[in-house]
């Protein structure tokens, strides 16, 4: 358990700080489509782990879970870089689903239901509910690409997250942005805004956003996918 000089073992740290990872690869799981394995997320946390156990000093002037969860996301985002994970038909979605949104919220002028939705997009609720599943992994994590071009073949996470300067969170605390977004929020639908809330206010999963709200983790992964339409939506006008 101990060193020879009283300190605990590599090993020991990492069973300590194992919990992160997995807390940190439940919250990732939202923002990835279902053949994400969480199993191997937390694998790859591991060895982000290990790399910051033996990295981090305290002359960082952070706490070591900050800089841990640091390397821990970045491992993560490094293994998805490297698989196609986000498809070409689920992007097709996600801009779907946006445009309907749009045209209602211009026709109606508020925010539409999901049956109005579903319609819009000439499907079943059922069939929408279901797209909303499969488009998860277009998610909140590139709210930074408001009102870019994106090259569609260009890698994903590449584009919006292996570059450090280009981090959402990082983007976030650009002032006029954060107000838009506030705003944005606070004009979701309630079940929606309680959602959001709890997975980015209060650091939840959906396992315990589901248990909260009394209703399936796939619907609560329906509501976030939708919420972040919502989002995007109107992010795209500032």
Known sequence: MYTAHGQLSL????????????RIAQHMMARLPPSVELDDLIQVGMIGLADALSRYETSH?????????????????DELRGSDWMSRSARKGQKDIESAIHRL???????????EIAEAMELELAEYQELLGRVRGTQL??????????????????RHVADAQADPFA?????????????????????EKYVMAMYYEHD???????????????RISQLHSQAIARLRTKMRLH
């Open 204 to 218: 939840m999963n959906l396992k315990e956003i589901a248990a909260v709200l009394e209703v399936t983790e796939s």
């Open 171 to 191: 983007q976030l605390r650009d002032h006029r942005l954060r107000q838009a977004l506030v705003e944005a929020i606070e004009n979701l639908p309630e079940r």
């Open 105 to 115: 919220e211009q026709s109606l002028g508020r925010a539409p239901k999901e049956s």
């Open 11 to 22: 090993d020991t740290l990492i069973r300590q700080h194992a919990p992160l990872v997995r």
């Open 141 to 158: 994590i590139y709210l930074e690409d408001m009102g870019q071009n994106g090259d569609e073949g260009e890698n994903f996470l590449d």
């Open 61 to 77: 002037g952070v706490q070591f879970e900050t800089f841990a969860s640091q390397r821990i996301r970045g491992a993560m985002l």
